[in-house]
């Protein structure tokens, strides 16, 4: 990208670089909420006007789910001009959404080794400053709620940059597993870590924190030449036979206890209730209890009416008829049948474009690992909102770029390395 003899830069590097100031304002919170959409949308305009040619040429199906991704924004702001959608509502992280998705297309196969290490180490690092920043906050306060970055605080994570950074453990944990240097190997298990201990000690999400609990051991299990289907029905057999022998109870109580945190306990602590099936528990305000309730709202509204079934309610700012807690129920109470259709379809489209452009091979390991980043993003848009660009950022850059840097880098994929 830089000239060996001088410190310049050539024209051709310009999208890469507007491309990396793209993640930043996606994985930085503070830049993102202090310029605005507008400045973005214009950086990005920018990057699409260099990258034009190559956007215009994009294959069918990439085709077919950009035009789906504009007629899917275009009903969001039908919804809001006609006042179905109130203002304020989540319109604005849908599309910042959708830019890396979009931002990926034209110049994935374009960039060399090079080029994908300075976009993945400038997100990594604008990760990292978020988590830092975060971690400074904590370290003030205790507990930070999101509701801070209203008091001035704009680097305040919120529930969307925690499943991020989840789904980033599990992408840098797998490059880990697959990656045979050392001093790579042990990078990309730091980045692991970190994230994992950010989102335990700091956040206090509970839901993030099982479904990293699962999804580490998954990804442990892939690590083989063994069929996915044995390692899955294994796994299952063992969780079964786990809870039947030892007990849910034993075991959600001692990983309360060894987590060392209040917060955490208590949420822990109410899944127990709720496993216990005591109707005390379940009028209890506890956030995994309200969350079901919160999910079971939406399905209530979508099939509450035909409009509601057929157009929907619109995006609403407060909880009184969509959730906000669960992205696939959300999307059909909101636009009806129809556009819930369209905007969970969207999501499984944008998915098979990653894995299309990565071209891992279908026995390879690392193809198995990407399969279970991608079963854990699902998992996570049932309870929790996807539509984020951090979240963006992570599963249509980071993990594209670096799943094909590691597997070019050991092109041998299909020996074993070994695990934990």
């Not at 590097?13 to 919170?29: G, Q």
């Not at 580490?216 to 796994?235: E, Q, T, W, Y």
């Not at 474009?353 to 991608?374: D, G, H, N």
Request: net charge positive; hydrophobic share 50%.
């Amino acid at each position: 990208m830089i000239s060996r003899n001088r410190w310049t830069i050539k024209w051709s590097d310009l999208p890469t670089f507007l491309l990396a100031c793209i993640c930043i304002c996606c994985l930085s919170l503070k830049v993102q909420r202090t310029i605005g959409l507008t400045a973005i949308l214009a950086l990005w305009m920018l990057y699409c006007f260099l990258e034009g040619y190559d956007l215009l040429h994009i294959k069918l199906q990439e085709s077919i789910t950009l035009l789906l991704i504009v007629g899917y924004l275009a009903i969001c702001f039908l919804y809001r001009y006609i006042g179905l959608s109130d203002e304020g509502t989540g319109i604005t992280t849908t599309i910042l959404f959708f830019i890396p998705y979009i931002s990926i297309l034209p110049i994935y196969h374009k960039l060399d080794r090079k080029q994908c290490i300075f976009i993945l180490a400038v997100s990594i690092v604008t990760a990292f400053v978020t988590m830092w920043q975060n971690y400074l906050l904590w370290r003030r306060f205790g507990f930070v709620p999101m509701h801070m970055f209203l008091e001035g605080y704009t680097e305040v994570v919120n529930t969307q940059y925690v499943s991020a950074l989840m789904l980033l453990s599990g992408i840098t944990f797998s490059a880990f597993l697959r990656e045979r240097r050392k001093l790579l190997r042990y990078l990309y298990l730091g980045i692991a870590l970190v994230c994992f201990l950010f989102n335990a000690v700091v956040t206090q999400r509970a839901i993030t924190i099982l479904l990293s609990f699962v999804m580490i051991p998954f990804l442990i299990m892939v690590n083989s030449k063994r069929g996915v289907g044995r390692i899955l029905r294994f796994l299952a057999l063992s969780s079964v036979l786990v809870f039947g022998l030892l007990g849910y109870r034993v075991i959600l109580t001692g990983i309360a206890n060894l987590l060392g945190s209040e917060r955490l306990a208590d949420r822990i602590f109410s899944i127990i209730r709720l496993f216990d099936q005591s109707s005390a528990a379940m009028e209890e305000s506890n956030s995994l209890t309200v969350r079901l309730q919160l999910m079971g709202l939406s399905i209530q509204t979508f099939f509450a009416s035909v409009p509601n079934f057929l157009i929907g309610v619109g995006d609403k700012a407060d909880y009184l008829l969509v959730g906000g807690h669960g992205q696939f129920f959300d999307e059909f109470a909101r636009y009806g049948v129809f556009g819930g259709l369209l905007s969970n379809g969207i999501t499984v489209s944008t998915l098979y474009t990653i894995m299309k452009y990565v071209s891992l091979p279908r026995e390879s390991v690392l193809f198995k690992q990407m399969l279970v980043i991608f079963l854990f993003f699902i998992i996570r848009g049932f309870v929790g909102t996807l539509y984020a660009p951090s979240i963006g950022a992570t599963m249509f850059i980071i993990l594209p770029l670096l799943f094909r840097l590691v597997y070019e880098m050991n092109e041998d994929d299909q020996i074993e390395v070994q695990s934990l």
